[in-house]
């Protein structure tokens, strides 16, 4: 079983900047691809980034360029990083850590003015 906690959402102006982290606890040994969604009001839970063991990324079209997904392994545990720059309004949603078919809480990013 895979422990997942996230932060670094808030409320941003249009153009800035926020990190999201998420960190895995437990069985990280099982770890091979992590990735973040997102889920808007009345919108459908959506893939925005992922990364794998060995670094591979896919990004979401519509993040490509401002968003960059990285991980970090440190002792018994697994931080998987998501920078967000040039955020746009159309961005705020709720961003869920997905490890392993575990979701973490989510965590909310409103950007607006």
């Known amino acids: 079983q895979v422990q997942l906690v996230e932060s670094g959402g808030g409320l941003v102006q249009p153009g800035g900047s926020l990190r999201l982290s998420c960190t895995a606890s437990?069985?990280?040994?099982?770890?091979?691809?992590m990735g973040w969604y997102r889920q808007a009001p009345g919108k459908q839970r959506e893939l925005v980034a992922s990364?794998?063991?060995?670094?591979?990324?896919?990004?979401a079209d519509s993040v490509k360029g401002r968003f960059t997904i990285s991980r970090d392994n440190v002792r018994n545990t697994v931080t998987m990083y998501l920078q967000m720059n040039s955020l746009k309004p159309e961005d705020t949603a709720v961003y869920y850590c997905?490890?392993?078919?575990?979701w973490g809480r989510g965590t909310q990013v409103t950007v607006s003015s």
């Open positions: 990364i794998t063991s060995g670094g591979r990324t896919t990004y």
């Open positions: 997905h490890v392993n078919d575990n």
């Open positions: 437990g069985s990280i040994y099982s770890i091979d691809a």
